[in-house]
């Protein structure tokens, strides 16, 4: 490293330690594009790279129509698009022109209007959370999902290689492009408790940070907290509040609120809202605290910025990928009385929190990529006083919440889904080898989930008569199976207390 680039990160390391931020709140959502969530902001921030630099570019089906940027009112997106790996590698080619055709591929019978919804971006007040926030705040325009994948992608990745030493899994929840290798040591949870920092993961069905190793012992399960939790700990003494907060959303059944389509984008929102609101309502807390609002990655939908390929790859053990392309550009806000309103253009990618947190309680860096990259702390004042300007409370109707399409809530199952049910299924299956008695094998459910009952749930969806009793064995085996994805958790935690008193004298 030269010596100015150890200037540079000897600035950022001050500027975090003297900052008044004592407690960082990351919330992670799901799955959409910086230009379809945040686009309309150019109405508001004079220099925003959005919208209105997006407005001559296009995509094209491949079969003679173009589409170009036009602003959407659907809050459930029908049809789920492709954001693997090679999908969004044809949807950044030709600077960003394959959006719409990469769709097409895998919905060659699809409307034009589902094809320009991959090309749409919400209006300005349409979003009642992220866009007041986005006003309000601090919105971050060149912030990139950390490699050019999706989350299920890396669940899978991750099941597969959990047990196998020098196996490699993409470490999407905290930071997207770590790679984590079989062994399951030094993870960032880890250097919080030699830190003796305190932390907490809030969540409402499964955590999927579980992927981490270490974050299944006793001592890092003790930090996992159902959300509604958060609430009461959100309104106690400040100095209470843990000092790092991970929330993770809902991501089965029909309140699930983490933004994957197809399910209504309003269900975020609230839970966008409800966490700014339980921050913003305890005055102590508000005046220390960092709120970062973040998506783990693009989900298919159309952004105009190219993202740079020439990222620092985490370590030397990249094999096939080499994880110096970044991913597409997504949706982030800093919010805190101690950011401003307007926009930072500093190039931000998932690492940037965890060298914010490495720079503020000297931490160990987590990897090349983590050292190399732009703190957030950027963006916060360390001079001044806190603002006293900012939105006291933000609603969400009751009446947006109602989905347009109900059925698809009840019955859809991404990829995302599926690759958590894997790895609960994973850890069930380690928990039964402890196990003195017998538990519900994951056979059972795959047999509940077959042709017939899938065929059932089809022929219920059409036929209004018999649908209910069609749909019956269908709607049992999902909730069976999110029930047992749910269980995974209290199990280990179960497992993890039970080991603890049979050591204790």
């Not at 960032?188 to 940070?209: C, H, I, M, Q």
């Not at 790092?244 to 994957?260: C, M, R, S, T």
């Not at 049992?476 to 994805?485: G, K, S, W």
Request: proline residues 5%.
């Amino acid at each position: 490293m030269g010596d100015v680039q150890l200037g540079k990160a000897a600035q950022q390391q001050a500027h975090a330690q003297n900052d008044p931020i004592r407690h960082v709140v990351v919330l992670l959502m799901e799955n959409h594009s910086f230009d379809q969530m945040l686009g309309c902001l150019d109405e508001v921030h004079e220099g925003l790279d959005d919208i209105r630099n997006a407005a001559s570019k296009t995509n094209d089906d491949g079969h003679g129509h173009t589409f170009y940027p036009r602003p959407t009112h659907s809050r459930q997106m029908k049809l789920d698009p492709d954001h693997g790996h090679s999908a969004v590698l044809s949807q950044i080619d030709g600077n960003n022109g394959g959006f719409v055709r990469s769709f097409v591929n895998d919905y060659p019978k699809s409307s034009l209007a589902a094809r320009q919804d991959i090309m749409g971006y919400y209006p300005r007040g349409f979003l009642p959370a992220l866009h007041t926030l986005g006003e309000q705040f601090t919105v971050c325009d060149r912030w990139f999902s950390s490699l050019p994948s999706d989350m299920a992608q890396s669940l899978f990745r991750a099941y597969r290689h959990l047990q196998r030493a020098g196996g490699h899994a993409i470490r999407s929840r905290c930071a997207q492009s770590e790679v984590v290798h079989g062994t399951g040591s030094g993870y960032d949870f880890d250097r919080l408790n030699g830190a003796e920092k305190t932390w907490r993961v809030y969540f409402y069905d499964f955590p999927a940070s579980l992927l981490l190793k270490n974050q299944r012992k006793a001592k890092n399960l003790a930090n996992y907290c159902y959300f509604d939790t958060f609430f009461r700990d959100a309104a106690g003494p400040a100095d209470a509040f843990p000092e790092f907060v991970l929330i993770e959303p809902k991501y089965f059944g029909e309140a699930q609120n983490d933004d994957h389509p197809p399910h209504n984008v309003m269900k975020a929102e609230k839970l966008i809202a409800d966490t700014y609101n339980a921050l913003r309502s305890n005055e102590s807390l508000w005046q220390s605290t960092l709120l970062v609002i973040l998506y783990d990655e693009h989900g298919g939908f159309y952004d105009h910025v190219p993202p740079p390929p020439d990222a620092v790859a985490p370590d030397e053990h990249t094999s096939a990928f080499d994880f110096r392309q970044l991913g597409v550009r997504v949706p982030a806000i800093l919010v805190s009385p101690w950011c401003d309103r307007g926009v930072c253009h500093a190039q931000f990618d998932h690492c940037s929190v965890l060298k914010y947190l490495c720079d503020k309680w000297n931490l160990a860096p987590l990897g090349k990529r983590a050292q190399a990259a732009a703190s957030v702390g950027l963006a916060i004042r360390t001079t001044g006083t806190a603002r006293a300007d900012t939105p006291q409370f933000i609603r969400v109707s009751n009446q947006s919440l109602i989905p347009d399409h109900g059925e698809l809530e009840k019955k859809s199952s991404n990829s995302n889904q599926l690759g958590l049910h894997h790895f609960a299924d994973f850890l069930h299956a380690e928990l039964d080898r402890l196990a003195t008695g017998a538990v519900m094998s994951a056979a059972n459910i795959a047999r509940a989930e077959s042709r017939w009952v899938r065929l059932k749930s089809a022929l219920g969806s059409a036929m209004i008569g018999f649908g209910q009793w069609l749909s019956k064995d269908f709607y049992q085996a999902r909730d069976e199976r999110e029930a047992r994805t749910s269980h995974a958790f209290t199990r280990l935690s179960q497992q993890a207390d039970d080991t603890a008193n049979a050591r204790r004298p």
